[in-house]
């Protein structure tokens, strides 16, 4: 890549630079180590510095929708951090007390912050990751010696699982060695600059003849527990969890609410419950002896995921690829093609931000198709006025 030197950096500079289709670069003349980069399509601020034996390098964003601004403030942070990590490690190396990644993992992450902050199966989702992914690689190094090269290898090698995977094993050690930087373990946290491997949403949702053979595979289950949780799931579109760990003293039949004390993103939600909820949910009443709607007499009370079940169930409807979390995704989808606006699906699933909602919105053609009918109807009517005045 071709390199021209150093500029003053200016907004009316880096609007004027000519794309190209042979890459080149820029150095900010203002700020240390910060380089615009521009190719046939975009201009990309950066960040390289040589600290000791390593090259620092962060891509900050793409211009003018990262301003200049912003990404002279940005080198500012990444370099100052990186220069008193490099400091803050020879000094703890001197003091020979720093624990490695795996001592501090379980002695001070999970029972300083995972204990309090996360719900026990996040937890132990937390555990289980890093003793796969992150434990062999870098759980022996002493936690200030991980450089960003040791997070790469981390998070490429978790790619080999999937995208999704690879990602939540970057978010763990992101999250820990922001701790360690709070606890003043080390000054640098080594994830920084390390981007997430590009995912796609699941979109699988029960295509109409799908939910023809369901449905008729459901009336002739034997197992009721299992047949009256998939309804359930069905009617009323919110998490496997809350579904199976539903309670009758949350629920008002007076006037058809389920009140879910909390959710997955930690606030409560009020479901309404359609008819056939309620008809569910008035037979399993009759037969009520426990706290649980769907009891079980395992550890928990009540009935957890019927994996082996739900497996028998959808062979027998011959539907293949999905899953218990499917079930609730049609319900969003159907709403989506009924017209409902994205709002609405986000309160009806209980999202915490319309950012989840969005992959409902490609279904809502209606509501688009019905909104160009109007423009176009407009269009028409308009130019018939105009063609009426001349």
Not at 296 to 303: P, V
Request: avoid cysteine; charge should be positive; aromatic fraction near 10%.
């Amino acid at each position: 890549m071709e390199s021209r030197g150093k500029e003053n950096f200016t907004e009316l500079f880096l609007s004027n630079l000519k794309f190209d289709k042979d890459r080149y670069e820029i150095r900010d003349a203002k700020t240390e180590a910060l380089f615009i980069r521009v190719n046939l399509k975009k201009k990309t601020f950066f960040v390289r510095k040589r600290i000791g034996k390593d090259i620092r390098y962060l891509t900050i964003g793409d211009f003018p929708e990262t301003t200049l601004k912003s990404a002279r403030k940005m080198a500012v942070d990444f370099l100052a951090n990186a220069e008193n990590g490099k400091i803050y490690r020879a000094e703890k190396k001197k003091e020979g007390d720093v624990p490695s990644v795996k001592e501090f993992f379980f002695d001070m992450f999970i029972p300083r912050y995972a204990d309090k902050m996360m719900k026990p199966r996040t937890e132990q989702g937390v555990i289980t990751n890093f003793r796969l992914h992150i434990d062999k690689d870098i759980g022996f190094m002493r936690i200030d010696n991980v450089e960003r090269e040791d997070v790469e290898k981390v998070h490429n090698k978790a790619k080999n699982i999937s995208n999704v995977t690879a990602n939540r094993i970057l978010t763990i050690l992101k999250t820990m060695f922001n701790k360690a930087i709070e606890w003043r373990y080390v000054k640098y946290n080594p994830t920084l600059g390390v981007k997430k491997f590009p995912t796609k949403a699941r979109e699988r949702f029960l295509q109409p003849n799908e939910i023809s053979k369901l449905f008729e595979a459901l009336e002739g289950e034997t197992n009721l527990l299992l047949k009256n949780y998939i309804l359930m799931s069905v009617y009323t579109g919110q998490r496997r969890s809350n579904v199976l760990s539903m309670r009758w003293s949350d629920i008002d039949m007076t006037n058809r609410i389920w009140h879910i004390p909390e959710t997955k993103n930690g606030s409560s939600l009020n479901v309404p419950l359609i008819p056939q909820a309620v008809d569910v949910l008035r037979k399993l009443k009759k037969e009520a002896n426990s706290e649980w709607v769907f009891p079980s007499s395992g550890k928990t009370g009540h009935f957890v995921e019927p994996k082996k079940g739900w497996k028998s169930l959808l062979q027998k409807a011959q539907i293949k690829d999905l899953r218990l979390h499917d079930l609730r995704r049609t319900l969003g989808s159907y709403e989506a093609m009924a017209g409902v606006n994205l709002p609405t699906i986000s309160r009806t699933l209980g999202h915490a931000s319309y950012q989840a909602t969005q992959v409902y919105a490609r279904l809502n053609v209606e509501t688009v198709r019905d909104a160009m009918s109007s423009a176009v109807n407009l269009m028409k009517e308009r130019a018939k006025e105009a063609k009426a005045q001349n």
